[in-house]
Each structure stands twice: as C-alpha cells, then as structure tokens.
C-alpha cells in the first residue's frame, strides 16, 4: 500500500485528529481533497479486489490531516464523509476482523456497535445525518476513528495481536457471511 500512497502505521498523522473543514468556505479545499481521496481509491481498486467488503480511506492515510473520508461500500455509491461525528451508536455489537490499508498485512478483530448514527457537513456547509447498519457502519467508524487519530491497534481489546491475513481467512472462512449480512 505504501506504494499506492497510503500513509503506513508509524506515521505520526495518523495518530493526531485531523482537523475539521470550515465549510462552505473551505469548499474548493474539501472537493481537492475529495479528488486525492477518490483517485487514492482508485489506485488501491487496480492492485487489489475489495469487491466483497467494501473500501474506505481518510485524509491522513494519504497524508493529509483534514477530516475527510470515502466509504465505497459494495454494488453502492460512495459515501463522503466530512468532519463526521458519531452521535449514537447502538449497546448491540459485534466483532469481526477488520483489515487498514495502513496495516495491509494483517487483520484485527475489533468489536463495534451494528448501527452508528452519523452527522457529517455537506461541502455547502449544511449539517446532515445519517444512520448506517452493520458493515457500512463498521467500516464508516473505521475511517472516523482514523480522522480521530485512533487505528485499529487502539481498538484491539487487552490480550489480543494482530493475525496475519491467511490466519484471519482460516478463522473466519467457516463463520462467513455475505458483507450485507455482517
């Protein structure tokens, strides 16, 4: 990933908020950053398949600290995200290995809640919110918590490592689900 540009783990930005947009004012800025989002995303889509999982990246995977992310969830539009905020989430969880372009090589099992409600700002300036289930919340978390300067290692509950990824297959390969149903 590192060769694709994606920021890796040791990174100092991806351990510090990213700092939030002040919008419309921020317009121009947000939508070039969107297009480095976007075009990050499409460099990771010719080396490798996410079809079954979905893709996300943030801003300071690509090194760039502002609070920006896109979700392409799968057979969905893109989802973006600006200074987004998780307002709720649901006491129903799961846990489920997930993978981070910025530790390509391993997986980590990470409990989060099956339904966040998300408020975001539209380039406009406008205040939305959203709720998402199951695995678009997961990975739409995933990429807030890189805006928050958290990855997956400050996820991980005491006593557990990252696995690497043919292990987290041979784990998960009995239990699997279509990414609708996770």
């Not at 372009?101 to 408020?119: A, G, H, K, N």
């Not at 695995?135 to 990252?162: C, F, K, Q, S, Y």
Request: glycine share 8%; hydrophobic share 40%; aromatic share 4%.
């Amino acid at each position: 990933m590192r060769s694709l540009g994606i920021v890796q783990y040791g990174a100092p930005i991806l351990g510090e908020p990213a700092r939030p947009f002040t919008l419309p004012d921020e317009r121009e800025t947000a939508d070039t950053i969107v297009g480095q989002l976007l075009d990050a995303m499409e460099r990771m889509r010719r080396a490798h398949d996410f079809s079954g999982k979905g893709l996300g990246v943030a801003a300071p995977q690509i090194g760039i600290g502002r609070a920006a992310a896109v979700i392409q969830p799968p057979g969905a539009d893109p989802i973006l995200l600006l200074n987004p905020c998780v307002t709720a989430a649901s006491e129903a969880m799961d846990e489920k290995f997930e993978r981070c372009q910025s530790f390509f090589d391993v997986r980590v099992p990470v409990c989060r809640p099956l339904r966040i409600t998300v408020e975001t700002v539209t380039p406009n300036g406008n205040a939305a919110t959203e709720v998402y289930q199951r695995g678009e919340a997961r990975l739409i978390a995933h990429e807030i918590d890189h805006l928050d300067g958290l990855v997956l290692l400050n996820r991980m509950r005491p006593g557990v490592t990252p696995v690497p990824v043919e292990e987290a297959r041979k784990r998960t390969e009995a239990t699997s689900r279509t990414w609708s149903d996770e």
